[in-house]
């Protein structure tokens, strides 16, 4: 639907709206002009009911942006600047590193077996 009001109040004005939800009647939608508005009543050609005037394109999906577009998250670039670190230090560098990593799991290890020694003496008693 396209409405074109040109030289109203010196103006020309313009009203669209495409696509429509749905099919209009064109028999029974009106116009009224005044010297100050200008109302257009558009009727529906069935009942069935619109949510907005326009219709809304469906979602489809979104296109994944390249991985150089992508955002870089904090452990990302820490995980890069450990990378980096790691690749370009020497070997005492390299082995805190190691044992950055590597301690904290053999103390989780170490932790879990307890506890499952712990709860099988418990069963067995």
Known sequence: MDLRVLSFNGKNWRLKLNPLNGLINPAASRLKVKSNSVTLELVKANTRHWDDVIKKK?????????????????????????????????????KTIADSWTKPLDELKKDTELKRETELKKDTQ
């Open 58 to 94: 469906p979602p489809g999906p979104r296109p994944r942006p390249d991985i150089d577009e992508r955002p870089q998250f904090a452990s990302n670039s820490i995980m890069g600047i450990m990378k980096d670190l790691y690749d370009n230090g020497d070997d005492s560098l390299r």
